[in-house]
């Protein structure tokens, strides 16, 4: 049988898992509304919590959308389906699965509708295995960390903060990195062939890349940045509250949006 990344059994399987997740939120929804009749809080107050809490999933599920449709040209739909509804994170998948795709000697683009199954079962456990680490590391180590730093804390408040923000930025950099990484192109000839050899096929992939290539993805950052500064201006200076919960899936499609002119104009 021809494998297909859209084949049915695949949306079986992944309904199957989704179904168990929606099953437990459903359960913790219906103790937690147990509980506050427990103690006495008013059903207005309840019924006011759940749809605020409804509203604000929408804004993070746009952006997941989004996320979804453009791996689901490479991967189908039931991968990117499974990997963003259960613990998978917004940044990490598309990385993830381009990482994987480039170590078998092959890009996304170069996979879609051409992906066979070693490739697509590589790619899967490369976006699930890694970041399931979080699921064991965070009660293992969670509250040892947690207390050191509630110590370093108690003992230097500013050192502390620069800490932890040093911590968040080394993550920011990590991904910054990761758009940065093909501008040296520029300083190469008008295009570079580089040859690799496909760690599942044996077979020698040879890609041609226009040297301004390496510009497309620092186009597209600085383009969803300065509609993140314009979203913020509307927030502080116009007072357009609703914008802070729909900044992040307004940059998203601004930034696709403008990826596909920079492409054909770069690439």
């Not at 932890?164 to 990761?178: C, E, K, R, Y």
């Not at 008008?190 to 890349?209: C, D, F, K, L, P």
Request: charged share 10%; glycine share 6%; net charge positive.
């Amino acid at each position: 049988m021809e494998f297909n990344v859209n084949h049915p059994i695949l949306f079986v399987l992944v309904g199957i898992i989704i179904a168990a997740v929606l099953g437990q939120s459903v359960y913790f929804l219906l103790k937690s509304v147990k509980r506050a009749k427990t103690i006495n809080m008013s059903s207005a107050l309840v019924k006011k919590t759940i749809i605020t809490a409804a509203i604000f999933t929408i804004a993070p599920a746009i952006a997941i959308v989004i996320t979804v449709i453009s791996l689901s040209q490479s991967l189908g739909i039931a991968l990117p389906w499974l990997r963003l509804s259960v613990v998978g994170s917004l940044s990490y998948e598309a990385i993830a699965a381009a990482n994987a795709a480039s170590g078998m000697g092959t890009t996304l683009a170069e996979l879609a509708g051409n992906i066979n199954a070693s490739q697509y079962l590589t790619i899967s456990i490369v976006m699930t295995v890694s970041i399931m680490v979080g699921i064991w590391l965070v009660p293992v180590i969670a509250k040892k960390y947690q207390s050191g730093l509630m110590t370093f804390e108690n003992k230097d408040k500013k050192w502390s903060d620069i800490l932890q923000n040093s911590l968040f930025i080394g993550m920011i950099s990590a991904f910054v990195g990761f758009v940065f990484c093909d501008v040296s192109r520029l300083w190469s000839e008008s295009a570079r062939v580089v040859e690799s050899t496909n760690n599942i096929t044996g077979e020698e992939v040879v890609t041609v890349y226009s040297a301004t290539s390496g510009l497309i993805p620092v186009l597209v950052m600085v383009t969803s940045a300065l509609a993140m500064c314009l979203c913020g201006l509307l927030i502080n200076k116009l007072k357009w509250k609703w914008v802070n919960d729909y900044a992040l899936p307004i940059c998203m499609i601004i930034g696709m949006a403008v990826a596909i002119p920079v492409t054909a104009w770069l690439a």
